[in-house]
């Protein structure tokens, strides 16, 4: 089993992505993930993943072109630290979700 991209937004593109297997989550979960990478690339620049490991992990992983003057490496660390504080419950749920629904996994 590989590394499943939930979600994604590039600064370069101007584009944001929901992987269509995951087009069954609830409005406002789709929305606070969109609203959480696209704001990510507009403070910070470059692009942001959230990658689902193997074992269901969720995984933010960020990356930036070598020429992007704009891109704030120390800024992108807090703000991936601010995004696990505040949105933990969030990705939890989320985590819950695909071991259930993806990987097959009960929970008593």
């Given at each position: 089993?590989?590394?499943?991209?939930?979600?994604?937004?590039?600064?370069y593109t101007k584009k944001?992505?929901?992987?269509?297997?995951?087009?069954?989550?609830?409005?406002?979960?789709?929305?606070?993930?969109?609203?959480?990478?696209?704001m990510y690339t507009e403070?910070?620049?470059?692009?942001?993943?959230?990658?689902?490991?193997?074992?269901?992990?969720?995984?933010?992983?960020?990356?930036?072109?070598?020429?992007?003057?704009?891109?704030?490496?120390?800024g992108s660390a807090l703000?991936?630290?601010?995004?696990?504080?505040?949105?933990?419950?969030?990705?939890?749920?989320?985590?819950?979700?695909?071991?259930?629904?993806?990987?097959?996994?009960?929970?008593?």
């Amino acid at each position: 089993m590989e590394e499943v991209t939930l979600c994604g937004a590039s600064c370069y593109t101007k584009k944001y992505y929901l992987n269509p297997d995951f087009e069954g989550l609830p409005p406002m979960v789709k929305d606070e993930l969109k609203i959480m990478c696209v704001m990510y690339t507009e403070e910070v620049s470059g692009t942001i993943q959230l990658i689902y490991e193997e074992d269901g992990a969720l995984r933010i992983q960020v990356d930036h072109n070598e020429d992007d003057l704009l891109y704030d490496e120390i800024g992108s660390a807090l703000e991936v630290k601010r995004m696990q504080r505040e949105r933990t419950e969030l990705f939890e749920a989320l985590e819950t979700y695909y071991k259930v629904v993806f990987l097959g996994e009960t929970f008593e």
